[in-house]
T-cell receptor
Framework: SQQGEEDPQALSIQEGENATMNCSYKTSINNLQWYRQNSGRGLVHLILIRSNEREKHSGRLRVTLDTSKKSSSLLITASRAADTASYFCAPQTGANNLFFGTGTRLTVIP | DAGVIQSPRHEVTEMGQEVTLRCKPISGHDYLFWYRQTMMRGLELLIYFNNNVPIDDSGMPEDRFSAKMPNASFSTLKIQPSEPRDSAVYFC???????????????FGQGTRLTVV
């Protein structure tokens, strides 16, 4: 299977806390992407990390990639109620297609 | 650019009827993807096109499903005949500006919520 598997399936935290979501995959990749989906909307791209990178930052987001373990993590620092959404990882192989898992549903409680 | 545009946003149809979902990708993008999302199965890749040519349709569930991309600015996903288990949200996405890097982000439309009764 080429898709990523997110863990945990659901996460509930208080506003201001950090949220960490994990992704595992099985194939060799060119890059790994994280997306966010608000209820009833399409997915929105958050960040892309290439296979030769180990860590990447974008605002309150921090992504790590460990190709030896075939895993990635997404950290959202100082969470806000507006961060409530589902988060998906998508490992991308050379074929340019994107396979998604079932996502992590994050709830940030005000 | 207005982004990826899908129509209709909502579709309710009776079992056995033909359903056509439409997608206009971002201008200049080489790749177009069709996904289906349900609570039980998550987000499934049905088919994707490169330069209007279908590359991988192994995710298409049955022969009742077909997809076309007659030109670079339009694609359709057709279900004929439709069944209640086809009820889902169908997303179209596009990526890879022509002449640019291959591994880029995908841009999603707002989806079509299909209900088959």
């Amino acid at each position: 299977s080429q898709q990523g598997e997110e863990d945990p399936q659901a996460l509930s935290i208080q506003e201001g806390e950090n949220a960490t979501m994990n992704c595992s995959y099985k194939t060799s990749i060119n890059n790994l992407q994280w997306y966010r989906q608000n209820s009833g909307r399409g997915l929105v791209h958050l960040i892309l990390i290439r296979s030769n990178e180990r860590e990447k930052h974008s605002g309150r987001l921090r992504v790590t990639l460990d190709t030896s373990k075939k895993s990635s993590s997404l950290l959202i620092t100082a969470s806000r109620a507006a961060d409530t959404a589902s988060y998906f990882c998508a490992p991308q192989t050379g074929a340019n297609n994107l396979f998604f898992g079932t996502g992590t549903r994050l709830t940030v409680i005000p | 650019d207005a982004g990826v545009i899908q129509s209709p946003r909502h579709e309710v149809t009776e079992m056995g009827q033909e359903v056509t979902l439409r997608c206009k990708p971002i201008s200049g993008h080489d790749y177009l993807f069709w996904y289906r999302q349900t609570m039980m199965r998550g987000l499934e890749l049905l088919i994707y096109f490169n330069n209007n040519v279908p590359i991988d349709d192994s995710g298409m569930p049955e022969d009742r499903f077909s997809a076309k991309m007659p030109n670079a600015s339009f694609s359709t996903l057709k279900i004929q005949p439709s069944e209640p288990r086809d009820s889902a949200v169908y997303f179209c996405a596009s990526s890879s500006p022509r002449g640019g890097p291959r591994d880029t982000e995908a841009f999603f439309g707002q989806g079509t919520r299909l209900t088959v009764v």
